[in-house]
């Protein structure tokens, strides 16, 4: 390498040394060069944006309501995810402080008050539901257990491809973005191909465009950048986001169950129903 380039006639008049001053000089801004790249390019695929989920009800065809809810909410990078964070603590705290509770303030045993104050503390945070009426769902699907979570996964799916659409018709997010969706989902029963299938699902429903779970329709993909999906379960008495899930998928579910529509009037939020 060396004898090559003190072979190129250009360089012939220069010294050894100073052939070898330029050798480096050369070194170091290709070097340069490819940094500067490499950290525009990290910078531009840290866009991040944050899922947090639970559900309400049994998907199942003796469910009370005859609904299954997936809610939770969406931030748009780790400072305003913080910031929730801190909001619903705080007023969590509140609320165990002045009943004395230490156990994990599910939605399932408090009262209304508790419910409608941990509610308005994230009320002004971007959230998103989608509800499965399951009077309509097939019976082969409700009998199959595995066909059960496929059913799941397909509604969980769609309701982050719907919030997206939002961002891409908001100006929030451009097709050309690379993204980075972290999923959290409160903890449950799944195999390690389940979070695989979920994940997958989801990158080739963004990137690449995929059939409909129920029409087997064709859509385009939505991002042409790169996509990057993080899928966790979270056990929800360690995770106030979570929690927060907790609280408003149960307040969807009350409005079906309890008849009581004007609970789903929810400012910031996309509310999906499925089949």
């Avoid at 090559?4 to 050798?23: A, E, N, Q």
């Avoid at 070194?27 to 910078?43: G, L, P, S």
């Avoid at 559900?55 to 809610?71: I, P, Q, T």
């Avoid at 609320?95 to 008050?113: C, H, N, Y």
Wanted: charged content about 25%.
């Amino acid at each position: 390498m060396w004898n090559l380039f003190c072979s190129y006639k250009p360089l012939l008049v220069l010294t050894h040394r100073g052939r070898l001053f330029l050798l480096l000089k050369i070194i170091y801004f290709c070097a340069n060069v490819y940094k500067d790249v490499e950290v525009r390019r990290v910078i531009v695929i840290l866009k991040d944006i944050y899922f947090y989920f639970d559900d309400s009800g049994v998907l199942h065809k003796n469910e009370r309501s005859k609904c299954f809810v997936y809610a939770g909410y969406v931030f748009k990078g780790r400072e305003e995810r913080d910031n929730a964070r801190r909001l619903y603590r705080k007023a969590n705290k509140d609320i165990r402080d002045s009943t004395g509770t230490e156990s994990e303030l599910k939605a399932s045993v408090l009262g209304p008050a508790h419910k409608r104050s941990l509610y308005n503390a994230l009320r002004e945070f971007e959230s998103l539901s989608a509800v499965v009426d399951i009077s309509r769902v097939y019976d082969n699907i409700l009998s199959d257990k595995r066909a059960i979570c496929r059913y799941k996964d397909f509604v969980m799916k769609m309701a982050i491809k719907a919030k997206l659409q939002d961002y891409l018709q908001r100006g929030v997010l451009s097709r050309y973005d690379d993204i980075r969706l972290h999923i959290s989902v409160d903890e449950q029963l799944t195999s390690t191909n389940g979070y695989y299938s979920l994940r997958d699902s989801i990158y080739e429903e963004l990137r690449h465009g995929i059939a409909n779970f129920n029409y087997g329709v064709e859509y385009p993909r939505l991002f042409q950048g790169e996509v990057e999906v993080a899928i966790q379960y979270l056990d929800s008495k360690k995770n106030y986001l979570i929690q927060a899930s907790d609280i408003i998928a149960n307040r969807i579910w009350t409005s079906y169950a309890a008849n009581r529509p004007n609970l789903r009037i929810i400012p910031n939020h996309i509310g999906l129903t499925f089949p």
